[in-house]
Structures are given as C-alpha cells and as structure tokens.
C-alpha cells in the first residue's frame, strides 16, 4: 500500500494504532495535514523520532528534528509540512511543467545524513521494474 495508516507500520504501538488524521506516505514519509478552520498548526504524534520539513513560500526548507511524542507544530496555510522517519531521505527535484521535463540528474536529499534512496525511473510507458538499469541509488 502507498498510504498507510500509522498502525500498520507501527502494530505494537498502542497509541499509533488509534491515529486516523495522520498517514504514512511510502516507506519514508508520514504526513499529518493541517484540516481545522483557520488552524495556526496542530498536534502530531510521532512514534519514533522525525525529521519536521516545512516546504516555505519563497522556496526554501525548514528542518528541524523531533523526538518520538505528542508535539504542537506550527503549520501556515502557505506551507506544506510533512515529517521523514529515523534514517531515511527523499529527493526533491526543481519545480517543472511536467514529469518528463524534471531534472532528475540533480534532485536535493532531504532528510537523514547517511541514509540512502532508491529511485525507479522507467520509459513511461512500460513496467520494467525488474531491469537493475532502471534503478538508481542516492546517498545523503
């Protein structure tokens, strides 16, 4: 599954089982939307220690780590917040009008220092997900 509830990576987590506003994206990545009217932030609970990226308006980035609890994050309507797990990164490529046209040949690793990424590129139009040539691994 691509989204997951936090319960199903955390199964021995008491509390993480009881989360429904707080999603797990792919392996790396747990987003917990800010959705209450006029809402300044909220409260998030974190089941191991995560990274906090806020994706600013002028076009830079916010990191700061958080220990594993309940935390009030600060969250502008402008802003798009998400938080990296323990140990891993993400890849963030330059904004582009389409996908064939993002440079992937220079992506920016955002997240944990010696944590690595692997990235499946195809043709677009077939699945060839089992070639090793597809794939390609990035180290922070």
Known sequence: ???KPLGFVYPDDKRAIRI???LMLGNE???APVYEQNARGRYV???EEMKFIKFL????ISEE???KGIHYVDVA???VPLFIRSGKCIPVAEAAE???DIDTEHLQLIGYKNSSYTMYEDDGIHKDYDKEENYRVFTN
């Open 29 to 31: 990545i747990m987003i």
């Open 77 to 79: 309507l402008n802003e």
């Open 45 to 47: 609970y974190l089941p």
């Open 1 to 3: 599954m691509y989204f």
């Open 65 to 67: 780590v958080l220990a």
């Open 98 to 100: 389409c996908v064939k």
């Open 20 to 22: 429904e506003d707080q």
């Open 57 to 60: 308006p002028d076009g830079s």
